[in-house]
């Protein structure tokens, strides 16, 4: 791979969407000793919890842990559970701030996602909850062992990869999410965790 080439897989101005959203991978945003700080304070002062839902009346519990954070008590709810959101942690608000600077957007709160290993993944979805402002930005920060993260579009299937490195900021805008699909494959090649924080704006005031 020649120069160009390497900083054009890393350009934050290329949208890598070909149409109907827009995707920007800044790649990694911050030195390795700062991101394995950040995986290490994550990992450790989070509070995470298993993710529980409720499938065909059955209700499951889910191996990746997740935690909800915000600048109030959101409610978020889905798959028939509601979570409020805690107040945010120095880390999380320092890595809000470097991403709201990043990405010329602001945020109000933080889903995290922890996958052990590669064996855990997300499966298709759109980040649609009704309470998201809609068309609104999401940041995702990501630590840990890089990962595969795919996009399908609603219509047409077309698929768009991208390699989520360790300390490495994902912008996904505009109308991505009533177009375009996004998954966390899982991997059998991948035994460490990674961590992933999507920033999010939740729209005042409509669910405290
Ligand atoms: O882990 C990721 O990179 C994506 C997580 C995600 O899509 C979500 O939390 O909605
Ligand atoms: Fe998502």
């Known amino acids: 791979m020649n120069l160009f080439e390497a900083h054009e897989m890393t350009d934050p101005a290329i949208n890598r969407l070909p149409y109907d959203g827009e995707v920007y991978y800044h790649g990694v945003i911050m030195p390795k000793t700062k991101a394995d700080f950040y995986l290490k304070e994550l990992l450790e002062n989070i509070n995470w919890r298993n993710d529980e839902a409720v499938i065909y009346g059955k209700k499951i519990v889910t191996k990746r842990k997740v935690a909800w954070y915000g600048d109030q008590p959101f409610s978020y709810t889905y798959s028939n559970t509601t979570k409020y959101a805690l107040p945010w942690t120095k880390a999380l608000l320092e890595l809000k701030q470097t991403i709201e600077s990043k990405a010329d957007e602001s945020?109000?709160?933080?889903?995290?996602?922890?996958?052990?290993?590669?064996?855990?993944?997300?499966?298709?979805?759109?980040?649609?909850?009704?309470?998201?402002k809609k068309n609104g930005a999401i940041g995702s920060l990501s630590f840990g062992a890089a990962r595969k993260f795919a996009f399908k579009h609603k219509k047409s299937a077309e698929k768009v990869e991208i390699l989520l490195e360790h300390g490495s900021?994902?912008?996904?805008?505009?109308?991505?999410?009533?177009?375009?699909?996004?998954?966390?494959?899982?991997?059998?090649?991948?035994?460490?965790?990674?961590?992933?924080?999507?920033?999010?704006?939740?729209?005042?005031?409509?669910?405290?």
């Open 107 to 132: 945020f109000n709160s933080c889903l995290l996602n922890l996958y052990h290993s590669g064996q855990e993944g997300m499966a298709w979805h759109s980040d649609a909850e009704t309470d998201l």
């Open 169 to 208: 900021l994902l912008i996904m805008t505009g109308t991505t999410q009533s177009h375009w699909l996004h998954r966390l494959p899982p991997t059998k090649k991948i035994g460490a965790p990674r961590v992933n924080l999507t920033f999010r704006t939740i729209v005042a005031g409509q669910n405290l």
